[in-house]
T-cell receptor, first 113, second 112 residues
Framework: GAVVSQHPSWVICKSGTSVKIECRSLDFQATTMFWYRQFPKQSLMLMATSNEGSKATYEQGVEKDKFLINHASLTLSTLTVTSAHPEDSSFYIC?????????FGPGTRLLVL | GENVEQHPSTLSVQEGDSAVIKCTYSDSASNYFPWYKQELGKGPQLIIDIRSNVGEKKDQRIAVTLNKTAKHFSLHITETQPEDSAVYFCAARGTSYDKVIFGPGTSLSVIP
């Protein structure tokens, strides 16, 4: 199957700082990528749809000014958590579509102290 | 919007037995139903999928069935092994670039 990578795999930061997470499609081009958030023992919740060359589409209840998404190329989307707070601590997972199938990255665990 | 329900939330089976996970969806326009396996601390891994023009699909020990009329789909794992222990998510999607909506997940434990 297709490979999606994320970097970093985990990050610890102080409250108030910003954190950037990268999502890359390694062996295919993706005009659309998705960002999910997962809390412990819960399902994946879609945060936003990232479209190459245009603005991201955010799900209801997700603050677009707090979770900045940039899809600058066909293989890279970034999620920046601005002014992170402890409640933003979570597992962030991206995915990309190729040949009508959605593949997921390995996730990034964020801990905000 | 789409809503996916999944049962049971937890499932324990003896090694070698079968495991069945059932899901329902609400949006009749959904036409693609993937199943993902997630191990602790990792991203979801696609294990099998089915499209609405197919009623059943099998891949070795894993099979999925779809009843579009009833909006039900199920995952069947036969001859379970300890390495099958994980959280399994069903999901539903409309067109190729629509968002995938996940069910709440089933934690499967295979007891040696």
């Amino acid at each position: 199957g297709a490979v999606v990578s994320q970097h970093p795999s985990w990050v610890i930061c102080k409250s108030g700082t910003s954190v950037k997470i990268e999502c890359r499609s390694l062996d295919f081009q993706a005009t659309t990528m998705f960002w999910y958030r997962q809390f412990p023992k819960q399902s994946l919740m879609l945060m936003a749809t990232s479209n190459e060359g245009s603005k991201a589409t955010y799900e209801q209840g997700v603050e677009k000014d707090k979770f900045l998404i940039n899809h600058a190329s066909l293989t890279l989307s970034t999620l920046t958590v601005t002014s992170a707070h402890p409640e933003d601590s979570s597992f962030y997972i991206c995915s990309a579509v190729t040949q009508e199938t959605q593949y997921f990255g390995p996730g990034t665990r964020l801990l905000v102290l | 919007g789409e809503n996916v329900e999944q049962h049971p939330s937890t499932l324990s089976v003896q090694e070698g037995d079968s495991a069945v996970i059932k899901c329902t969806y609400s949006d009749s326009a959904s036409n693609y139903f993937p199943w993902y396996k997630q191990e602790l601390g990792k991203g979801p891994q696609l294990i099998i999928d089915i499209r609405s023009n197919v009623g059943e699909k099998k891949d070795q020990r894993i099979a999925v069935t779809l009843n579009k009329t009833a909006k039900h789909f199920s995952l069947h794992i036969t001859e379970t092994q300890p390495e099958d222990s994980a959280v399994y998510f069903c999901a539903a999607r409309g067109t190729s670039y629509d968002k995938v909506i996940f069910g709440p997940g089933t934690s499967l434990s295979v007891i040696p």
